[in-house]
């Protein structure tokens, strides 16, 4: 079930049966897609599980934490990466790919810990993960490919960073005593997809002047909101 999960990251393989001209059309508007994705996993999948088991004081204390961090993060990388202002790929293409694979390791660590308790509701609690895994993973595959990366490496890179789920699973499955650390790294990952969507992939959706486009550009990040509240709703 985590490598199912895994090929959730191959989302982004419809692309190639679009031109390259029809899906720079598109991919604007599946960014903006991608920040409503992000923002509706951290608040209504990371954060309630990381209070839960944490908290609201250490999950607020750890989710600043992830936010400072990605923001570090992101800054040695434009440093090493990006000259005289220019970026072939952006550093916010490496933060989503490093987010990503800290939740999919979460991820399989949950489905391990589920099939101990029994296989059919390791089987249930696996396609409820994969139901708000498809749609980030569609959004991630567009900001990867908005960022700079090929289509052919954004594909190759969303899949390795997807597969951390099986790393995760077996994690789970042969220290599950241990796994009582991985709620600290909920509200981290929370708050690097917070910090991805808010300071990256908002300012760069909204650089443009069409009133028309930028009500679209909502709708997209509402429409992404609302897949992951319904995926949350079905999770129970």
């Not at 400072?68 to 992101?74: K, N, Q, V, Y």
């Not at 101990?116 to 991630?140: R, Y």
């Not at 028309?212 to 997209?220: E, G, N, Q, T, W």
Request: contains cysteine; charged residues 10%.
């Amino acid at each position: 079930m985590t490598f199912l999960n895994g090929c959730l990251g191959l989302a982004g393989v419809f692309s190639f049966l679009i031109s390259k001209k029809s899906l720079n059309k598109i991919l604007i508007f599946l960014v903006s897609f991608s920040i409503g994705a992000l923002l509706g996993g951290a608040i209504f999948h990371l954060l309630p599980e990381s209070t839960e088991k944490l908290g609201i004081g250490i999950t607020g204390f750890l989710t600043i934490t992830g936010f400072l961090l990605f923001l570090l993060i992101e800054t040695v990388l434009h440093w090493h990466h990006c000259h005289d202002g220019e970026c072939k790929v952006h550093p916010f293409s490496q933060l989503i790919l490093f987010g990503d694979g800290i939740h999919n390791f979460l991820d399989g660590i949950i489905i391990a810990s589920s099939f101990l308790v029994s296989v059919p509701f390791g089987i249930i609690t696996s396609i409820l993960i994969m139901s708000h895994e498809l749609p980030q993973e569609i959004g991630d595959f567009a900001v990867l490919v908005f960022g700079g990366l090929k289509r052919k490496k954004a594909l190759a890179y969303n899949f390795l960073a997807q597969l951390t789920a099986v790393f995760g699973g077996i994690f789970g499955y042969l220290f599950l005593n241990a796994t009582n650390y991985s709620a600290f790294l909920l509200p981290i990952a929370a708050g690097g997809f917070l910090y991805i969507s808010i300071t990256d992939l908002v300012p760069e959706v909204f650089k443009e002047n069409s009133m028309k486009r930028k009500a679209a550009h909502v709708i997209f990040i509402i429409l992404g909101l609302l897949l992951l509240i319904s995926a949350k709703i079905l999770a129970g």
